[in-house]
C-alpha cells in the first residue's frame, strides 16, 4: 500500500468524524483503520533519504565554493566572500537544494504529526462520549469576561477552544458543570541588540506574542457571591477586601478577596479550606471565584483534566480499535468534580 492510499484513509477518518456524535460513530471511523489491515502510518523513508541528499548537495556545493575562495584569497576575506556569493547568480542551485531538501523534510514530519493528532483526537472523542460528555458551541469571551477575570487574560487575542457539558449525578447535590479551555495571546515590546550594515551595534525593538492557556469547570453556586480565592500569580482580584486564614501556611499560598468580608468568613470554613488544599495539590495556578450571579469558576493552568490513558494509535490499527471499544475513565475529572462536590455540600449547610 502506498502513502497515498495511506492518506485517502486517514482522509475518510477524519471525515467521518466531523459529524460524530457517540461513541458508534467514533468506533465506525476507528474500524476503516482496522479493515486497512496494516499499520496505517506514512512509509517516510524516501522522503528523509530525499531531503538528506538534497541538503548535502546544497552544503556541498556552498562549502566547496567557499572553501576555494578562502584559499585564493585568505581567511581575513571571508565577509566579503561571504557577500560576493550571495549576491552571485550561482549560490541559486546549492540554496534551492537546501530549500527543498528543508521543506521536504518538514512536510514529511508535519504529515506524520497529523496522523498521530487524528489517533488522539478519536481517543479524545471517544472518552468524551464514555463519560457522557457534551461539547457545546463556544460562548463570547468577553461574555465570560464580564462575570469571572480568570478570562481577562491577554492583550491581543482572546478565545474559547473548548466548551463541553457534564453531569455529576449524586444522591445529594447532583449538578451540571462546563469545562472549557480558554486561549488568549499578549504582546510586548521587547528591545535587542544587533549589528547594522555598517558593522555598529545598534538597539532594536521588537513585538513578542506570548501564548497562554488555561482551563477549568463553571457550575451554580448560589450559596454565596462576589467571592476570589487565588493560589498562584497572574490573576486580577477584583475585590479590594482581602481575608487571612488562622492558618499560616494556607494565607502562605492562598490569597482571598470579597465584596463583603462577612460572606468570605462565612465561606472559607475548615471543609472548604481542606478541599483548596486538596485541589491545589493537583491543579496549578489555582482559582475560585464565585460570580455576583452567583455562579462558581474553578479555574486552573494544568490542561490534563480531560485526559485518559491512550496505549494504542494507528500503527496498532486492531489493539487501537479495541481500546476504544472499552471504557475510558477521566480519574482527573472526576476528583475535580468530586471536590466541587464537597465545597457544594460545606457551603449548603452554611445557608
Known amino acids: 500500500m502506498s502513502n497515498a492510499n495511506i492518506k485517502q484513509v486517514l482522509d475518510r477518518i477524519e471525515q467521518s468524524l466531523e459529524a460524530a456524535s457517540r461513541s458508534k460513530d467514533v468506533l465506525a471511523a476507528a474500524m476503516l483503520a482496522k479493515n ?15 531531503g538528506a ?50 521543506v521536504l523534510i518538514y512536510k514529511t514530519r508535519k504529515r506524520s504529526k497529523g496522523s498521530g493528532a487524528l489517533a488522539k483526537k478519536l481517543f479524545f472523542l471517544d472518552s468524551i462520549f464514555d463519560n457522557n460528555l457534551e461539547k457545546l458551541p463556544c460562548p463570547p469571551v468577553e461574555e465570560l469576561k464580564r462575570e469571572f477575570t480568570t478570562f481577562d487574560r491577554g492583550n491581543s487575542s482572546r478565545n474559547i477552544r473548548l466548551f463541553i457539558k457534564g453531569a455529576h449525578k449524586a444522591k445529594q447535590d447532583s449538578f451540571d458543570y462546563n469545562y472549557f479551555h480558554f486561549q488568549y495571546v499578549s504582546t510586548r515590546s521587547e528591545s535587542y541588540s544587533t549589528k547594522d550594515s555598517s558593522g555598529n551595534y545598534v538597539t532594536r525593538t521588537r513585538t513578542v506574542y506570548d501564548h497562554g492557556d488555561h482551563f477549568g469547570l463553571i457550575i451554580d453556586f448560589p450559596f454565596f457571591k462576589e467571592i476570589h480565592v ?11 477586601g482581602e481575608w487571612a486564614s488562622s492558618s499560616v501556611e494556607f494565607s502562605n499560598e492562598f490569597v482571598g478577596s470579597a465584596a463583603d ?13 481542606s478541599v483548596l488544599n486538596s485541589l491545589a495539590e493537583s491543579l496549578s495556578s489555582l482559582s475560585v471565584e464565585i460570580s455576583s450571579k452567583g455562579r462558581l469558576c474553578l479555574s486552573f493552568s494544568s490542561g490534563d483534566v480531560l485526559s485518559g490513558d491512550q496505549t ?32 457544594i455540600k460545606a457551603s449548603n449547610k452554611k445557608r
Not at 61 to 71: A, N
Not at 230 to 240: A, E
Open 230 to 240: 487565588t493560589r498562584g500569580q497572574g490573576y486580577v482580584h477584583r475585590y479590594k
Open 36 to 50: 486497512y489491515g496494516k499499520p496505517l502510518v506514512y512509509d517516510n523513508r524516501a522522503s528523509y533519504i530525499g
Open 312 to 343: 494504542y494509535d494507528f500503527s496498532q490499527p486492531k489493539e487501537f480499535y479495541e481500546e476504544l471499544c472499552g471504557r475510558t475513565d477521566l480519574k482527573k475529572l472526576e476528583t475535580t468534580v468530586s471536590s466541587l462536590q464537597k465545597l
Open 53 to 102: 541528499i538534497l541538503l548535502l548537495i546544497g552544503v556541498g556545493i556552498l562549502g566547496r565554493s567557499v572553501g576555494l575562495s578562502i584559499m585564493y584569497f585568505g581567511l581575513y576575506e571571508l565577509e566579503s566572500i561571504l557577500i560576493g556569493m550571495l549576491m552571485s547568480p550561482f549560490v541559486i542551485l546549492p540554496a534551492g537544494c537546501i530549500i527543498a531538501g528543508s
Open 261 to 273: 468580608q462577612k460572606d468570605l468568613h462565612a465561606f472559607m470554613t475548615p471543609a472548604v479550606i
